[in-house]
């Protein structure tokens, strides 16, 4: 037993000295660019029932800056794939909506000239980035009571 514990020390401090000498220079962390990305462990059999129900805008950023004014539109997101856009101070529109092979959620406006949004899964929100000619808005939704019920103005 005590060979073994002494191998092994001696092997742990053989490790450490060739993961601690390099090659002596000083690191300048200011250009150190750290990115993360996402890594989604559900099927998509199970993303699309997660997405499936209401939703309504919790928070909009443009470049970055949050507390800018905007109305709580909703979403809702039907088993079938069909679903409603409900901006607070206009008409329904039809949307259609599916879970791409990224595990995204992907709307199409119908009314809008089929155009497209993904949203993206981020911690528990559906978020998406849109390139508008006010900026960069960041759009996140939040899940909600059913649609019939009246938004949460106290956001």
């Given amino acids: 037993m005590n060979k073994f514990i002494g191998f092994a020390a ?3 401090m ?4 060739v993961t601690g000498c390099g090659s002596g220079k000083e690191n300048n962390s200011s250009s150190v660019k750290v990115s993360v990305e996402a890594v989604n462990n559900k099927t998509l059999d199970e ?4 997405y499936q129900g209401t939703w309504e805008v919790s928070v909009v950023f443009v470049d970055n800056h949050d507390g800018i004014k905007f109305d709580i539109d909703r979403y809702k ?3 079938d794939g069909t679903g409603l856009f409900i901006p ?3 008409k329904r529109e039809d949307v259609s909506w599916s879970v791409t092979p990224e595990g995204d959620l992907q709307v199409i406006y119908k ?4 155009k497209t949004v993904e949203f993206e899964y981020v911690g528990g929100n559906l978020v998406s980035s849109v390139k ?3 900026g960069i808005v960041e ?3 939040a899940k909600s009571a059913d649609i019939n019920s009246s938004p949460d103005t106290n956001k």
């Fill in 132 to 134: 508008e000619d006010r």
């Fill in 139 to 141: 759009t996140h939704l």
């Fill in 10 to 12: 001696a092997s742990l």
């Fill in 111 to 114: 009314d809008q000239g089929d």
């Fill in 47 to 50: 993303l699309h029932r997660m």
């Fill in 14 to 17: 053989a490790l450490l000295c």
């Fill in 88 to 90: 607070q101070n206009s």
């Fill in 77 to 79: 997101f039907n088993e």
